[in-house]
């Protein structure tokens, strides 16, 4: 299985940027997707996540309303696009994605805080870095 994202950058403030993952390997539309990102020296955390199939959307609080997942499971792609950027958005930015077993079995409930752990996720890409700087 490999994840790939691109698309990160150097940005002005109040800008906006689409980074996408493109997945290989895996069965892409049964499988849960994770953004989550880390900024020098913190730790790694959670951005948004979209669930198999219907794609049911979950986001942290601090980018509810400037950011939006979404995917194309014709093309294994996920994309994260980001609008009003601003320099504490910057950071490495990683899609990550869950076995399909995992994902399908897990109800609605439950997704909605397990999506936003790192552990729950099976499968990492590199990253991609994202910077809003004037």
């Known amino acids: 299985v490999q994840l790939q994202a691109s698309g990160g950058g150097l940005v002005q403030p109040g800008a906006s940027l689409r980074v996408s993952c493109v997945a290989s390997g895996l069965t892409f539309r049964t499988s849960a997707l994770g953004w989550f990102r880390q900024a020098p020296g913190k730790e790694r955390e959670f951005v948004a996540a979209i669930r198999s199939r219907g794609g049911t959307t979950n986001y942290a609080d601090f980018v509810k309303g400037r950011f939006t997942t979404s995917r194309t499971n014709a093309m294994n792609m996920a994309y994260l696009e980001m609008n009003s950027l601003k320099p504490e958005d910057t950071a490495v930015y990683y899609c990550?994605?869950?076995?399909?077993?995992?994902?399908?079995?897990?109800?609605?409930?439950?997704?909605?805080?397990?999506?936003?752990?790192?552990?729950?996720?099976?499968?990492w890409g590199q990253g991609t870095l994202v910077t809003v700087s004037s």
């Open positions: 990550a994605a869950a076995r399909p077993s995992l994902s399908e079995r897990t109800i609605l409930s439950t997704w909605y805080q397990s999506s936003t752990e790192p552990a729950w996720y099976d499968y």
